[in-house]
């Protein structure tokens, strides 16, 4: 009997470990208009949605790291010039993540962890926006893959290399 050649192997994949840690409220203001400059009448708003992301390694513990997603939100009369609220939250989810790749880090940062600590974000904006006397403002799902292309194309073309600093 002689021994067979021991088949090939694959260099093993490093295990990924991702455990949201905790998520907050790091910033948020709700401005009314309508009822500070009482205005009368019925509305019907339109809303502008803008998000940001930011990433960061945090100093105080390896392998965690600060994902926020930076919103604003600004409903003006549908038709007209009068803005009825301005909404600008600062979420912030804290991340341990181990076995990540270094050059796909950035994309895992700015993709994965904001979809996980959206939902908790788009029921705050609902909350809060129903709660200062408006329907409530239902977010739609937000593409955080494209939105992470869009800002690696700007960049590029802004003459960088398209890398995020943290």
Known sequence: MTDAPDAP??????????TTLNQYIRDMS??????????KGNFTPDV?????????KRDDAENQYQVAIKLKATSKEKGGTATLFILE???VGLFLIEGVPQEQLQAFLLIECPRQIFPFL???VSDI???GGFPPLNL?????????????TRRQ???????LQS
């Open 140 to 152: 739609e799902n937000i593409d955080f893959l494209a939105l992470f292309r869009q800002e690696m």
């Open 30 to 39: 709700f401005e009314n208009i309508v009822a500070r400059d009482q205005l």
């Open 48 to 56: 502008q949605v803008q998000v940001g992301l930011d990433a960061q």
């Open 122 to 124: 788009r029921r705050i």
């Open 157 to 163: 073309q802004a003459g960088g290399n398209g890398v």
């Open 89 to 91: 939250v600062d979420y």
């Open 9 to 18: 192997t694959q260099p093993q994949q490093p295990q990924i470990r991702f």
């Open 129 to 131: 926006t129903r709660d």
